[in-house]
């Protein structure tokens, strides 16, 4: 509990440049591949505003992301449907077997 925090201060200035950069990306991504990929319809816009939630955190933020779209603007249940089962069943899937590969590569 004797962390002194104000020591990390030199890591402010590296660690806003990491964030802005994933954000401004995170954005192209999903402006220009998830989006035009999904359809250019009003889920598409839903799932790209998923998928900006997931690529900046997990699936819960995807989900506040899609839920702030969906009370202003109507229902969007397909894309209620692929997200979550993206973000908690596939991409756990997906991540263990690249952990497992690495971990073989590695040895």
Do not use: H
């Amino acid at each position: 509990m004797g962390m002194r925090l104000w020591q990390l201060t030199y890591l402010a200035v590296p660690l806003m440049v990491i964030l802005l950069s994933q954000t401004v990306l995170m954005a192209l991504f999903a402006m220009y591949l998830t989006f035009p990929v999904m359809g250019k319809n009003y889920e598409a816009a839903v799932m790209a505003a998923g998928n900006c939630g997931f690529g900046l955190g997990a699936t819960p933020n995807a989900l506040a992301n899609m839920k702030a779209i969906t009370e202003r603007f109507g229902p969007a249940p397909v894309a209620f449907v692929i997200i979550p089962l993206v973000g908690a069943l596939l991409v756990d899937i997906v991540n263990t077997c690249f952990i497992i590969f690495f971990i073989n590569i590695l040895k």
